[in-house]
């Protein structure tokens, strides 16, 4: 990294708003499934900061392209994530846990989109090493992970919303540490049109349907994987290691990530990614009980995240222009909100219906679907007229 790069105040943040997914990827359902609810109820629950994702990252990412301020919606996104969640300690029936769900995503779906905007800002010409500040946000997913599965070995989940709560502390008080920096436009780039003109280019909207079809595919397992394991008798601490294991696996994959994308097409790296989450699921969902498998299985988390998520930042922000690069990273959110709630949905109403091993293997097809779409119509930024 070169000596004006603020590397550890950028990867910091990422450590922080990451740490705040693994609290709640894990243990939401845990959580929910403490105080009561059905798995139906769960799968609403957990759906509805997803299904805030559809909306609120557009609606953001068009606010932080049109007035260049997205330092400011990074912090004020972040402090009102905080004051909202903080609402779940007045009462936690259902209609109040909806409302709190919806008002705190709402706020914390703005936050990354216009990080990464920043971060690639700052990366400028180094853009291939935006993996070795993402890995950080892996690293603190590990711990929150690690961390509070050893809590809850210990101590009642009611105390849940207070390890949120700190998380949410810690992304806020970050917010205030983060330099601004603006995307660069090079000469002619006007030329490429608006963001409505630059969506219907070759392979872009084949690239958000897969992005929606991939995360669809992940429902069942950020729903449901921590119950589904813990009825296959392991232990939290336990599950707690093998959701950091996955993580490890990704935080692997981002430090090879620039060579990656310099020897394969985003095409390809998209493609492998999708198919070995095809094979993940059904692992999942049918030889779970198996130690070995769900080792391999996890590991299998650097393909269905790391190198997904790393070659569609590569890809969008390749695809638009620098005043267009928020609304492209809030849509590649939104989508991928529209996936996961769908997939958390379906999950809820399947899980006691038609069980894992069968929930998992639509999962899996979901993924296939969006490897075909991929074949067919995807075409590399740097391909595209």
Known sequence: MTAALPYWRLSGFYFNYFALLGATAPFLALYFHHLGFSAARIGEL???????????PNLWGWLGDVSGRRLLIVRLGAFCTLLSFLAIFHRQDYAWLALVMALHAFFWHAVLPQFEVITLAHL?????????????????????????????????????????????????????WIPNAQPHSPPGE????????????????????AV???LFSHGPYYTFITLHLESLGYARGQIGALWALGVV??????????????????????????????????????????????????VMHAATFGSFHAAAIHFVRHSFAARQQGQGQALYAALSGVGGALGALYAGYSWNGLGPAWTFALASLA?????????????DPACAP
């Open 249 to 298: 696996a990704e935080i692997l994959v981002f430090l090879v990530m620039a060579r990656l994308l310099a020897r394969f097409s985003v095409r390809q790296v998209l493609l492998a990614s999708l198919l070995l989450a095809a094979l993940r699921w059904l692992l999942l969902g049918g030889l779970a009980g198996y130690w070995p498998v769900l080792l391999l299985a996890q």
């Open 212 to 214: 929606a079809l991939m």
């Open 46 to 56: 957990v759906a509805i900061p997803m299904l805030m994702r559809c909306v609120a």
């Open 124 to 176: 400028g010409e180094q853009a291939a090493r935006y993996s070795q500040l993402r890995l950080w946000g892996s690293i603190g997913f590990i711990a929150a992970v690690v961390g509070l599965g050893a809590l809850f070995e210990r101590v009642s989940l009611d105390a849940y919303p207070w390890a949120v709560s700190l998380i949410m502390l810690g992304i806020a008080l970050g917010s205030l």
């Open 367 to 379: 993924a296939l679907l969006a490897a075909v779409l991929v074949i067919r119509r995807l075409r």
């Open 190 to 209: 006007a030329a490429r049109g608006g963001f409505l003109q630059q969506l219907r280019r070759p392979g872009v909207p084949a690239f958000y349907g």
